[in-house]
């Protein structure tokens, strides 16, 4: 008899009016990295996927407090950059390969992956509207006639 997966606890936010300390400021992209590494990894542990909300939560952030990390005056803000852009692939592997490793999760993972923070992903071919044009020669000899 198969033991019963037990469900992972979610990484929760503070309830209102609740502090969990000082929101960090990140002023070194080495922390960042540090710190977003450390979610992917309590993420694994958990058994959970590491999406991007949960992620800000893990790190006491909002969006917004993103914005002076990657200003482009920052000397830093590529390296910034990198490390939210590789989070994103990380999260964007994490679904693609559950999506075709677990049926039961494939439609979720897909539906997870359409969002532009897990990839963006599209189930319709980009539509090319620009007008086609064809011309057609016709070898010396053949002309109109032969199509009346």
């Not at 490793?101 to 979720?108: L, P």
């Amino acid at each position: 008899m198969a033991a019963t997966k037990e469900r992972p606890k979610p990484i929760s936010a503070p309830k209102v009016g609740e502090t969990r300390g000082r929101r960090p400021t990140f002023t070194d992209y080495k922390d960042l990295a540090r710190e977003v590494e450390a979610y992917f990894t309590k993420c694994d542990e958990d058994g959970v996927f590491p999406d991007e909300a949960g992620m800000y939560v893990y790190l006491k952030i909002f969006k917004e407090d993103l914005e002076p990390m990657l200003d482009p005056d920052n000397p830093d803000a590529q390296e910034y950059e990198r490390i939210l852009k590789r989070a994103k692939y990380r999260r964007e592997s994490w679904l693609s390969r559950n999506m075709v490793q677990d049926n039961k999760m494939a439609n979720g993972c897909f539906n997870m992956l359409k969002q532009e923070a897990n990839g963006g992903y599209s189930d319709r071919g980009i539509q090319d509207k620009t007008e086609k044009k064809l011309k057609i020669v016709f070898p010396s000899g053949i002309g109109v006639e032969a199509f009346q």
